[in-house]
């Protein structure tokens, strides 16, 4: 059983349109992120969400929406895209208990052509 | 605000000889610090972390990390490198609770026949 499941792995798409990705969890945990990775690797938080509420919301633009459902669950949608959307999306999640053990998901791989 | 800073965007070491991964922080409050590993095509996976109980941390695969205030260091080690340790290591710190990682820009080891 995957702990931090992401789909799609792999997503191809041409500027302007738009995407979605998903994110489920399986651990119990009560707290969920969004991460980008750039192609330097370089990771940057973009949201995090704590019983389905926003807590972090990074300087992202506004084209980015999350959306938490519920504690196992967020999505991450993203509108008109641009060619610098392309990177690796990570989920991840964590107990707010123990602050940093993240467990991330294997990634959803975005190209904007 | 906290950050970390890595030192050397690639190492190089021999099969055998030791690995070392230096890691600087920067806090005005004692941190919660970590290392996490990405192998290739692979979400991230928590090797240690320090949380002020002992200095000195032992991780997953023969990884340990000394937390030195008086240097503001976590740097990660292992006695003796194997070529399953290639991959790309990051630490990070978290302010606690709900606010996630911020990571370094992380280093890629090489591990060399």
């Known amino acids: 059983d995957t702990a931090v499941s992401q789909t799609p792995k792999y997503l191809v798409t041409q500027m302007g349109n738009d995407k979605s990705i998903k994110c489920e969890q399986n651990?119990?945990?009560?707290?969920m992120y969004w991460y980008k990775q750039d192609s330097k690797k370089f990771l940057k938080i973009m949201f995090s969400?704590?019983?389905?509420?926003?807590?972090i919301n990074e300087t992202v633009p506004n084209r980015f929406s999350p959306k938490s459902p519920d504690k196992a669950h967020l999505n991450l949608h993203i509108n008109s895209l641009e060619l610098g959307d392309s990177a690796v999306y990570f989920c991840?999640?964590?107990?707010?208990?123990?602050?940093?053990?993240?467990?991330f998901g294997e990634g959803s791989r975005l190209t904007v052509l | 605000a906290q950050s970390v800073t890595q030192l050397g965007s690639h190492v190089s070491v021999s099969e055998g000889a030791l690995v070392l991964l230096r890691c600087n922080y920067s806090?005005?409050?004692?941190?919660?610090l970590f290392w996490y590993v990405q192998y290739p095509n692979q979400g991230l996976q928590l090797l240690l972390k320090?949380?002020?109980?002992?200095?000195l941390v032992k991780g997953i695969n023969g990884f340990e990390a000394e937390f030195k205030k008086s240097e503001t260091s976590f740097h990660l080690t292992k006695p003796s490198a194997h070529m399953s340790d290639a991959a790309e290591y990051f630490c990070?710190?978290?302010?606690?609770?709900?606010?996630?990682?911020?990571f370094g820009k992380g280093t890629h080891l090489i591990i060399q026949p």
């Open positions: 990070a710190v978290s302010g606690g609770g709900a606010d996630g990682l911020t």
């Open positions: 806090s005005s409050v004692p941190p919660y």
């Open positions: 969400y704590n019983n389905k509420e926003l807590i």
């Open positions: 651990l119990g945990h009560d707290t």
């Open positions: 991840a999640s964590s107990l707010s208990s123990t602050p940093g053990e993240l467990f």
């Open positions: 320090y949380t002020s109980a002992a200095t």
